[in-house]
């Protein structure tokens, strides 16, 4: 694609020479001839001037130099995602039907376009939405609805009684559904307590490969629409997520928890059993949350505290040696003083 088309395709204003012919797309440090590349850290800028990419999406107030022609957009990351679709490289789209090694429920309903990939199992009384797509492996359990468009991969699990909606995504070996971790102590031993509520997901959800959502005690597990969960993440039980929440891999909520709307968790997070993450929160990577977490606040560590105040205790940690050495000096004098007393 001409630079000069691809520009006006993610809505970008072109500086230099619009000719050039880009035929991929790659990081700045891997980019070379006919390439376009991004700039979304200045403390990279060094790199990008001995790119030899054919050009580069930075933002509107970026004032570096550059080598190569550029490309100023309002948001170099949905930039990338459009250019990626652009030139990236065509996934073959699945046929509809249902593959002959399927099993599918005589009363299941199948919407128009439907396609059930190899050793695929749909049980009684499930509903899959128009043009959704089941890839090899995947079990849809029974009375479980699936809603329009939605995309599951290999080995996808989805229980009895789940409910998902339209647009919705889940990788590789994830499973929804499954009991969530109830048991009481009797007589010395654990008994189960049964799961018998369900999930619900909204529309426009990701769920990363190998994640895990448990079904609720008593209610709903709920996820809202736009929740985008990476890879590894743990959900327990009647947990209630808000509308474009987002976190990262190795992510683990305990069972009542409410993560309100565009709450984001860092990685390998820990999230204490019936707590609140207010909305817009932040929670830094390996954090442990064992409190209420205030709308808009950005914590870290562990425990978690605000974000400054971890900051600062952690400078102080780092006196710790000269601290004790201080001590110990006005612990000699001291002694001294009291001897002449």
Not at 60 to 71: A, I
Not at 313 to 341: D, F, G, H, T, Y
Request: aromatic letters at 4%; charged letters at 25%.
């Amino acid at each position: 694609m001409k630079l000069s088309k691809l520009a006006e395709r993610i809505e970008g204003a072109l500086e230099g020479d619009g000719d050039w012919e880009i035929t991929g797309i790659a990081g700045l440090d891997e980019a070379g001839d006919g390439d376009i590349t991004f700039l979304t850290n200045p403390k990279f800028a060094a790199v990008l001037e001995k790119s030899p990419a054919s050009a580069v999406v930075v933002g509107r107030k970026w004032t570096g130099s550059s080598p190569c022609p550029v490309v100023r957009v309002d948001n170099p990351d949905k930039a990338m995602a459009l250019c990626a679709t652009l030139l990236g490289p065509a996934i073959p789209a699945p046929e509809p039907g249902i593959h002959r090694t399927a099993v599918v429920s005589d009363d299941a309903q199948l919407g128009e376009g439907v396609c059930v990939g190899p050793h695929c199992v749909v049980e009684s009384g499930a509903e899959i939405g128009a043009r959704t797509v089941l890839m090899s492996g995947c079990h849809i359990g029974h009375d479980t609805e699936i809603g329009d468009d939605c995309a599951f991969d290999p080995h996808v699990i989805v229980r009895h009684r789940v409910k998902i909606g339209n647009r919705v995504v889940i990788h590789d070996g994830a499973v929804i559904g499954s009991d969530g971790f109830g048991n009481y102590r009797d007589g010395g031993r654990w008994h189960k307590i049964p799961q018998i509520g369900t999930v619900e997901i909204g529309d426009d959800v990701e769920i990363g490969a190998n994640t895990t959502i448990d079904r609720a005690r008593f209610g709903m597990t709920r996820i809202a629409s736009g929740v985008k969960i990476d890879n590894l993440v743990q959900i327990g039980h009647n947990v209630q997520i808000g509308e474009n929440a987002a976190m990262a891999a190795l992510v683990g909520i305990a069972g009542s928890v409410v993560i309100e709307a565009d709450a984001m968790l860092g990685g390998h997070a820990g999230v204490g059993d019936h707590l609140v993450i207010g909305r817009g929160a932040i929670v830094g990577g390996k954090s442990g949350i064992a409190k209420d977490v205030p709308p808009g606040d950005y914590v870290f560590g562990y425990p978690a505290l605000p974000f400054r105040k971890f900051v600062a205790n952690q400078r102080n940690v780092s006196r710790l040696p000269e601290l004790k050495k201080r001590i110990a000096e006005l612990e000699r004098r001291l002694a001294e003083l009291e001897k002449r007393e």
